[in-house]
T-cell receptor, first 116, second 112 residues
Framework: EADIYQTPRYLVIGTGKKITLECSQTMGHDKMYWYQQDPGMELHLIHYSYGVNSTEKGDLSSESTVSRIRTEHFPLTLESARPSHTSQYLCASSERKGATGANVLTFGAGSRLTVL | GENVEQHPSTLSVQEGDSAVIKCTYS??????FPWYKQELGKGPQLIIDIRSNVGEKKDQRIAVTLNKTAKHFSLHITETQPEDSAVYFCAASINSGYALNFGKGTSLLVTP
């Protein structure tokens, strides 16, 4: 059972609104990520954080911003939503584990955003 | 940077048959290759992974093979069941899972 929670699961808003997608994890992971998943399924890394007060932009340019004030919380904000922001947003956190000792991601269930 | 190609984009098999999904990567320094499964309405979940010093790994009905020379790796699912229906993503990393580069995904449908 994943211990990473995203809210809201679904959001429909009008153009120009400010929105914040919440992501919280109870596993104490230092590393957290935001992925944007387009309708074609492809996953694009848009933000990541390796710890408190650390945030970096990912491979895909995004107009969203993130903050990491607490270890367990990694919210994503859009100051002025546009129809082009319509997408599924997946939050993840990670730790080294398993037989390979590699960095393994645990994903939340996602937030599906529709901007009209 | 690393480029991961995944094929096919869609795959339909009958229950009980085997399914194979193939990925190629471009960076010979890649040393970690996980596979994630995404069920409808959920986030991706790790199902199996392999390091570059291993050629094959098996976990019950799923197995992953790696050919470092050819820079490709594959997921094999035997005796498929309807609950195997999902989107599968391969990925590669040069840093043991940090900065994962995902393939574009394969939508697998297992029909009864």
């Amino acid at each position: 059972e994943a211990d990473i929670y995203q809210t809201p699961r679904y959001l429909v808003i009008g153009t120009g609104k400010k929105i914040t997608l919440e992501c919280s994890q109870t596993m104490g992971h230092d590393k957290m990520y935001w992925y944007q998943q387009d309708p074609g399924m492809e996953l694009h890394l848009i933000h990541y954080s390796y710890g408190v007060n650390s945030t970096e932009k990912g491979d895909l340019s995004s107009e969203s911003t993130v903050s990491r004030i607490r270890t367990e919380h990694f919210p994503l904000t859009l100051e002025s939503a546009r129809p082009s922001h319509t997408s599924q947003y997946l939050c993840a956190s990670s730790e080294r584990k398993g037989a390979t000792g590699a960095n393994v991601l645990t994903f939340g269930a996602g937030s599906r955003l529709t901007v009209l | 940077g690393e480029n991961v190609e995944q094929h096919p984009s869609t795959l339909s098999v009958q229950e009980g048959d085997s399914a194979v999904i193939k990925c190629t990567y471009s960076d010979s320094a890649s040393n970690y290759f996980p596979w994630y499964k995404q069920e409808l309405g959920k986030g991706p979940q790790l199902i199996i992974d392999i390091r570059s010093n291993v050629g094959e790994k098996k976990d019950q009905r799923i197995a992953v093979t790696l050919n470092k020379t050819a820079k490709h790796f594959s997921l094999h699912i035997t005796e498929t069941q309807p609950e195997d229906s999902a989107v599968y993503f391969c990925a590669a990393s040069i840093n043991s899972g940090y900065a994962l580069n995902f393939g574009k995904g394969t939508s697998l449908l297992v029909t009864p």
